[in-house]
């Protein structure tokens, strides 16, 4: 059974800092990782998709990486602004659920941001 | 383009109520997934389709029913709400057969259920 870990649960920073968040994973078949971001009373905005062939992706001021062999995921933010406060989930599609056909994500729980101005 | 469109937001039930959650998508997904989401808990999977008129377990499937008659619409039903059911609830789709490698998953904005 696959299971995915973020710590820290919640995170506050003041403006400008350059941030890591972690994303940790037990199995390392997985076929992609996925970041996603959610507001306070909102759905789920994918950020970016690493496929298990990839390394890196990179989207504006984020970067997420991925380590399948450690089965660990990375969300670097550079220059935080309040505005990225938010709670962002990591998510890992097995390739298992790919030969099932199921293609289903398991979530972490996600870490809480707090960017302060 | 409203992308995954969840009704309805808010609802309160009574313990024994029945309701339907809908969702529609005009992405022309293949697939469409419900999922609950509690605190310190992540999301879980309810149920799944892999197209129109099929559907599959997830992971914590007691106590809901789902259909996808049509392929935009998968709805997700309970027939007897139960307390532990109180949760906010997301509709999810992914894969279009013009994209499938990359096929993010994309959300709608949930529905927040409280039961009695």
């Known amino acids: 059974k696959q299971e995915v870990t973020q710590i820290p649960a919640a995170l506050s920073v003041p403006e400008g800092e350059n941030l890591v968040l972690n994303c940790s994973f037990t199995d390392s078949a997985i076929y992609n990782l996925q970041w996603f971001r959610q507001d306070p009373g909102k759905g789920l905005t994918s950020l970016l998709l690493?496929?298990?062939?990839?390394r890196e992706q990179t989207s504006g001021r984020l970067n997420a990486s991925l380590d399948k062999s450690s089965g660990r995921s990375t969300l670097y933010i550079a220059a935080s602004q309040p505005g990225d406060s938010a709670t962002y989930l990591c998510?890992?599609?097995?390739?298992?659920?790919?030969?099932?056909?199921?293609?289903?994500?398991?979530f972490g729980s996600g870490t809480r941001l707090q960017v302060q101005p | 383009n409203a992308g995954v469109t969840q009704t309805p937001k808010f609802r309160v039930l009574k313990t024994g109520q029945s309701m339907t959650l809908l969702c529609a998508q005009d992405m022309n997904h293949e697939y469409m997934y419900w999922y609950r989401q509690d605190p310190g808990m992540g999301l879980r999977l309810i149920h799944y389709?892999?197209?129109?008129?099929?559907?599959a377990k997830g992971e914590v499937p007691d106590g809901y029913n789902v259909s996808r008659l049509k392929k935009q619409n998968f709805l997700l039903g309970l027939e007897s709400a139960a307390p532990s059911q109180t949760s906010v609830y997301f509709c999810a789709s992914s894969y279009a057969r013009t994209d499938p490698i990359s096929s993010p998953l994309h959300f709608g904005n949930g529905t927040r259920l409280t039961v009695t």
């Open positions: 690493i496929q298990s062939s990839q």
């Open positions: 389709s892999v197209g129109e008129g099929t559907t």
């Open positions: 998510a890992v599609k097995r390739k298992i659920e790919m030969d099932t056909g199921r293609r289903a994500l398991t």
